[in-house]
């Protein structure tokens, strides 16, 4: 027996639904990933993203796809089979919308719109010291094997560091919200709904500017300095496009 859910805080769900009635309500927009459900079985809390992640239309329909019941009597005309072939053609669009799994989700079950960290090109006097490095490596292999190995051995650190700096930072908008998020072993991080932005700005400058890089600063009205940052990002210019036309409520694409 397939375990069964109750939605918690939407009484238009009162009863139980198994996963594929949880998906079909994804499927049609009729409910949120972000949405709380209880376990029957085990009483666990789950969001109704983390239990239909992964899940793909299957060939059977869902309960809740089924035609209401009806009586057929003597005179009643039994639909022939054209008939359920077109419904099962016109349920089919539903299916395909929500086919394209390749996107990314939150924890909390929103879709990622763009996720990013800070370029490669933002850490110029690192990467500088890299290359200096390498070429007195160069160097000394011919002198001094060791030395040569010392400062190969300098240059990999480096750029290791330089790596883990790198994913340690994340920037992430979607539908709801702009998040920063940074840390290693501890990850903190600060983030400002759609709604509440009231500025945007972006500020490209100097040798960074040159190569591509911005950075953006999102100001709400709840605070009068810097809510949220994403720095030496490339595309500042068209994140900032993307956030302007959520606030707008206008249509846009998955990054």
Same mark, same amino acid.
């Given at each position: 027996m397939s375990a069964r859910y109750i939605l918690q805080q939407?009484? =238009?769900? +009162?009863d139980p639904l198994t996963k594929e009635d949880l998906y079909t309500l994804v499927a049609r927009g +009729? !409910? =949120?990933r972000g949405e709380m459900c209880l376990?029957? =079985?085990? $009483?666990l809390t789950h969001t109704v993203g983390e239990l239909v992640s992964g899940m793909r239309p299957s060939s059977t329909q869902s309960r809740l796809n089924r035609p209401a019941y009806r009586e057929i009597g003597p005179d009643t005309e039994i639909p022939d089979e054209v008939d359920e072939t077109v419904e099962e053609e016109e349920a089919e669009p539903e299916d395909d919308g929500d086919d394209n799994d390749d996107r990314r989700y939150t924890p909390s079950g929103e879709v990622l719109l763009h996720h990013a960290h800070p370029s490669w090109l933002g850490y110029t006097k690192a990467l500088f010291l890299v290359l200096l490095l390498l070429v007195a490596a $160069?160097? !000394?292999?011919?002198?001094q094997l060791e030395y040569a190995v010392i400062?190969?051995?300098? =240059?990999?650190?480096? !750029?290791i560091a330089i790596g883990i700096s790198r994913y340690s930072h994340d920037y992430i908008v979607t539908r709801e919200r702009v998040e920063l998020?940074? $840390?290693i072993i501890g990850r903190s991080s600060k983030e400002a709904r759609i709604c509440d932005i009231r500025s945007i700005d972006v500020y490209e400058s100097g040798l960074k500017g040159l190569l591509g890089l911005g950075t953006i600063d999102f100001s709400t009205a709840a605070n009068a300095g810097i809510e949220v940052q994403f720095k030496d990002m490339r595309q500042a210019h068209e994140v900032k496009d993307l956030v302007r036309k959520l606030q707008r409520g206008g249509p846009v694409t998955d990054d």
């Amino acid at each position: 027996m397939s375990a069964r859910y109750i939605l918690q805080q939407h009484p =238009a769900f +009162s009863d139980p639904l198994t996963k594929e009635d949880l998906y079909t309500l994804v499927a049609r927009g +009729s !409910l =949120a990933r972000g949405e709380m459900c209880l376990d029957e =079985a085990t $009483g666990l809390t789950h969001t109704v993203g983390e239990l239909v992640s992964g899940m793909r239309p299957s060939s059977t329909q869902s309960r809740l796809n089924r035609p209401a019941y009806r009586e057929i009597g003597p005179d009643t005309e039994i639909p022939d089979e054209v008939d359920e072939t077109v419904e099962e053609e016109e349920a089919e669009p539903e299916d395909d919308g929500d086919d394209n799994d390749d996107r990314r989700y939150t924890p909390s079950g929103e879709v990622l719109l763009h996720h990013a960290h800070p370029s490669w090109l933002g850490y110029t006097k690192a990467l500088f010291l890299v290359l200096l490095l390498l070429v007195a490596a $160069g160097l !000394l292999f011919v002198i001094q094997l060791e030395y040569a190995v010392i400062a190969l051995l300098c =240059a990999s650190s480096t !750029l290791i560091a330089i790596g883990i700096s790198r994913y340690s930072h994340d920037y992430i908008v979607t539908r709801e919200r702009v998040e920063l998020i940074w $840390g290693i072993i501890g990850r903190s991080s600060k983030e400002a709904r759609i709604c509440d932005i009231r500025s945007i700005d972006v500020y490209e400058s100097g040798l960074k500017g040159l190569l591509g890089l911005g950075t953006i600063d999102f100001s709400t009205a709840a605070n009068a300095g810097i809510e949220v940052q994403f720095k030496d990002m490339r595309q500042a210019h068209e994140v900032k496009d993307l956030v302007r036309k959520l606030q707008r409520g206008g249509p846009v694409t998955d990054d």
